[in-house]
């Protein structure tokens, strides 16, 4: 049979999409981009804020609606949160709530009695991320989440915390490498408390995997900035540890951190970026931001606005403040009114602007590693325009002949300039085995 693949939000989902893709290829079955000739479609739902779950049950009824022959299997923190409500969604065979994840393609083959359709013999090396144009693998290592931050509903979706085994993990990593991916990024709801029921943690686990692999790149997924064990900064000085680390701050005021429950203060937060910068020249900090959160002054949101632009951050993702059914926040006092939120996060969308420029500016001149993708652009007659990242998480653009591919491939490259969304690279050594020599406009 043919099944095709949707998902909202974080990468979690994204991860557990690869892990339902190659099951489903196990069992003989293929997983194909085209939802309207599939016989099976699932969708991993999103509740992170109301507007995720809107979009949730927009895409259901779209799904539906675009292919009513098919079989739709719910699964996520939407339909975890909401199964009443999805079970009268038009079409909805199936739902599949958080806890049973793990079990989400036997549950599908056997109770659907979806086992009994046609094994479809996928392509040798059809490798499903590649079906899907990835050139890099979210792995999940951990579920769950053992902290209450007050604007949080994800740590009441995905339940209390949970590690996958050290040697599962290395088992998947090993097989993604060997299918020909270069890239993989460690990820998890609470991926700093990876190994708390294990007696193990997430330094413990990059250790292993950059001893029991040969995976060229490791990326960190996003990380609560506490609970670093102590040689969790010096791993970093192995190569193969990507040098950016996405660190969600979320206020840079101490008084609304408090309010919010969160387990680090800006003078903490600071001292472990300055630690990361120290070690690793360009070392890249993103972050999260919610701006206009419940009973948040004047004065400390200039402390915040401050804060942020004192740090410095590569890209920060800006999120206004929504209130979210069945958070603590939701019921604080002094909840703000839209127009003061929309300025904030309007003030702070300029300032990330400026030292996104500021970062990408710094790094020209160096010379990176670039793992390039498939996706790219036109650029002038006979030319494209390819897109990669650097190892500390720029986005880097070069031009190419239109009928050259360096796709999944990883060349040295010199950073040139400083573009809008990108930076754009020279390519400093020819490709040995690109389909052709790369030569560069320049
Ligand atoms: S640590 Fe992260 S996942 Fe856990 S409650 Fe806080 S924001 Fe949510």
Known sequence: MKVHLKTLGCRLNEAELETWAQAFQKSGHQITRQAEVANLIVINSCAVTQDAARKSRQLIRRTHRDNPQAKLIISGCYATLNHEEVAQQMGVDM????????????????????????????????????????????????????????????????????SRPVQAIIDEINTLHRQGLNEVILTGVHLGGYGSDLGNNLSGLIKAVLTQTHIPRLRLGSLEPWEFSEDFFELFLNPRLMPHLHLPLQSGSDSVLRRMARRCKTEEFAAIVSRLRWQIPHFNITTDIIAGFPGETEQEWQESFNFIKQTGFGHIHIFTYSRREGTKAATL???????????????????????????????????FPVLWEGYNEPYAVG??????????????????NADESIENLTLNCIITAAEENYVFAKISVPSLNANKPVHNPA
Request: glycine share 6%.
């Open 383 to 400: 030319k494209k325009l390819v897109f990669g990242y650097t190892p500390n998480y720029l986005r880097a653009g070069c031009v190419i």
């Open 95 to 162: 739902i599949v709530s958080n806890k049973d994840k793990n079990r989400l393609v036997e549950k599908t083959l056997t109770e659907l009695n979806m086992d009994a359709m046609p094994a479809m013999s996928t392509e040798p090396g059809e490798f499903s991320l590649f079906t899907r144009g990835r050139q890099r693998a979210f792995v999940k290592v951990q579920d769950g989440c053992r902290f209450r931050c007050t604007f949080c509903i994800v740590t009441v979706a995905r339940g209390e915390e949970i």
């Open 333 to 367: 006092p002094n909840q703000l009114s839209n127009d003061i939120k929309k300025q904030r996060s309007q003030q702070l969308h300029e300032l990330a602007n400026e030292m996104k420029m500021k970062f990408c500016r710094d790094n020209v001149g160096c010379e």
